[in-house]
T-cell receptor
Framework: SQTIHQWPATLVQPVGSPLSLECTVE??????LYWYRQAAGRGLQLLFY??????ISSEVPQNLSASRPQDRQFILSSKKLLLSDSGFYLC??????????????FGEGSWLTVV | GQNIDQPTEMTATEGAIVQINCTYQ??????LFWYQQHAGEAPTFLSY????GLEEKGRFSSFLSRSKGYSYLLLKELQMKDSASYLC???????????FGTGTRLQVFP
């Protein structure tokens, strides 16, 4: 069966510091991968999605970036965090686009507090 | 534009039935999802509708009307553990981008 893991689970970082959140998926090949953010009291916002290695699309312009160095690894990064980057970050995966009716499954989430 | 609307909060009594509505206006449509999210946790998948009609899964059912841009999630025999936020999400075209509503926070009282 497929599993998804992301880490770290919680993170407290000062303004201006770098960020790296990592996500890996097991049990499937060539998944679609996503990064979402959920700010306090707000809905889930899609940040990045990827259909393959080094194929990243950005949904929202910001100081965050994403990379996919391996098929089942997705990394969210920032060079300099802002206070507004605080939130709950969720990695997610789904089967490739040619698999109709597939569901998006979420990792455990990473709580980021920028202070 | 993309717009998904759900009530912000609902309350219900243990053992009762509650219906959470969702209306959507999106540029594309390739299915509608419902997720459950307990406080501080990741969303978990509940149901998926791509054709009109009712999908039943145990105590939970989900309905879709594509012509009306409308869905609802029906929870029967409510339990205290059903207290959570319920997220409506529309798959907008390819490749499986999900557009989420802000969620409905359901509180179940004894």
């Amino acid at each position: 069966s497929q599993t998804i893991h992301q880490w770290p689970a919680t993170l407290v970082q000062p303004v201006g510091s770098p960020l790296s959140l990592e996500c890996t998926v097991e049990g499937t090949s060539n998944p679609n991968l996503y990064w979402y953010r959920q700010a306090a009291g707000r809905g889930l916002q899609l940040l990045f999605y990827s259909i393959g290695i080094d194929q990243i699309s950005s949904e929202v312009p910001q100081n965050l970036s994403a990379s996919r160095p391996q098929d089942r690894q997705f990394i969210l990064s920032s060079k300099k965090l802002l206070l507004s980057d605080s939130g709950f970050y969720l990695c997610a995966w789904s089967l490739p686009a040619d698999s109709s009716g597939n569901t998006i499954y979420f990792g455990e989430g990473s709580w980021l507090t920028v202070v | 534009g993309q717009n998904i609307d759900q009530p912000t909060e609902m309350t219900a009594t243990e053992g009762a039935i509650v219906q959470i509505n969702c209306t959507y206006q999106t540029s594309g449509f390739n299915g509608l999802f419902w997720y459950q999210q307990h406080a501080g946790e990741a969303p978990t998948f509940l149901s998926y509708n791509v054709l009109d009609g009712l999908e039943e899964k145990g105590r939970f059912s989900s309905f879709l009307s594509r012509s009306k841009g409308y869905s609802y999630l029906l929870l029967k025999e409510l339990q205290m553990k059903d207290s959570a936020s319920y997220l409506c999400a529309v798959r907008d075209g390819w490749p499986d981008k999900l557009i989420f509503g802000t969620g409905t926070r359901l509180q179940v009282f004894p």
